[in-house]
């Protein structure tokens, strides 16, 4: 029997998480797990195009997370998919990069 692992996606602020005190410890224990297997870590061109803009440290942490990750692409479904929270009033225009993310989480079936 194959078991799939659990897809979850990560935005910049996940990734950034292990650098700030309030969210260090979750964050790194998240992570421990990606690393031991227990999740598929999912993220996108959109989180590594805003990680060229992170502190250094974050870049780095970024790298090193790399070979455990896929990178999806932004797609004309997560782009209609974005579109339609943005009709539905599921978030207002101002979070419309938080539509995409959402988007692309759900194009690339992520549970989380």
């Not at 659990?6 to 979750?26: H, I, K, P, W």
């Not at 896929?70 to 207002?92: K, N, T």
């Amino acid at each position: 029997m194959n078991i799939r692992l659990l897809r979850v996606y990560a935005d910049t602020s996940v990734f950034g998480g292990v650098f700030d005190e309030e969210f260090e410890e979750a964050s790194r224990m998240f992570f421990n797990q990606v690393r031991s297997g227990r999740f598929h870590l999912v993220t996108s061109a959109i989180v590594q195009e805003e990680i060229e803009l992170a502190p250094v440290e974050v870049r780095n942490f970024f790298d090193e997370m790399l070979e455990l990750m896929e990178i999806v692409d932004v797609s004309d479904e997560a782009l209609q998919l974005q579109r339609a929270y943005l009709d539905a009033r599921v978030v207002s225009q101002r979070w419309s990069v938080d539509a995409l993310h959402v988007a692309l989480a759900n194009v690339a079936e992520c549970s989380r």
